[in-house]
């Protein structure tokens, strides 16, 4: 079975600074899809960045970036410039895209972020 | 519509009462799933819709609880004879194809059963 590992339940840091998030994962599968995706408040799970397993270039997206080390089995998310709204849980999800059918999420338990001012 | 909408928002019922909860997926999104999200358990998946498909009902805990998904878009959750257990966020997801690109969840429904 595959299961995704947040070890940091909580983490809290000043605005402005840069803080990252650890996440590993087990499978033995070589093709997937990794996440992270932010729930404030409001409860909606906001997509915040999405890597392929067959790439090798970290993506990113704005002031969020992953660091993917694909033999290590991490998927760490680093969120620059930290904002006030960046406060939230934040989950790692893993997802083996079968030939037909559901394309499951598996999710981590969460980091539960806050940023100070 | 624009987003992924759930109904109610919250929901307080009392045990071996039967609940339904509604989502209305993004216009356009073909598939639509369900996830519960609690406090011992974290995100788990509970059911898949596909267009005219017959549905992943892989995940649903147990037969007191069914969904299903008329005419392509909304979609009801209905737990019968709700026990305390049941207590939990209940998410609606939708997207294009399958969901490798990730979903577009809506806000939820927090189901307490007293």
């Known amino acids: 079975a595959q299961t995704v590992t947040q070890s940091q339940p909580e983490m809290s840091v000043q605005e402005a600074e840069t803080v990252t998030l650890s996440c590993t994962y087990d499978?033995?599968?070589?093709?997937?899809?990794l996440f992270w995706y932010k729930q404030p408040p409001s409860r909606q799970m906001i997509l915040v960045i999405r890597q392929e397993a067959y790439k090798q270039q970290n993506a990113t997206e704005n002031r969020f970036s992953v660091n993917f080390q694909k033999a290590a089995k991490s998927f760490s998310l680093k969120i620059s410039d930290s904002q006030l709204g960046d406060t939230a849980m934040y989950f790692c999800a893993f997802m083996i895209p079968p030939n037909q059918g559901a394309q499951k999420l598996v999710f981590g338990q969460g980091t539960r972020l806050t940023i100070n001012p | 519509g624009a987003g992924v909408s759930q109904s109610p928002s919250n929901k307080v019922t009392e045990k071996g009462k039967d609940v339904e909860l509604r989502c209305d997926p993004i216009?356009?999104?073909?598939?639509l799933y369900w996830y519960r999200q609690s406090l011992g358990q974290g995100l788990e998946f509970l059911i898949y819709?596909?267009?005219?498909?017959?549905?992943?009902k892989s995940g649903l805990p147990s037969d007191r609880f069914s969904a299903e998904r008329t005419g392509g878009s909304v979609s009801t959750l209905t737990i019968q004879r709700t026990q305390q257990e049941d207590s939990a966020v209940y998410l609606c997801a939708s997207t294009h194809g399958r969901g490798s690109y990730g979903y577009t969840f809506g806000s939820g429904t927090r189901l307490t059963v007293v």
């Open positions: 499978t033995s599968e070589s093709n997937y899809y």
């Open positions: 819709f596909q267009g005219n498909s017959a549905p992943d």
């Open positions: 216009s356009g999104h073909t598939a």
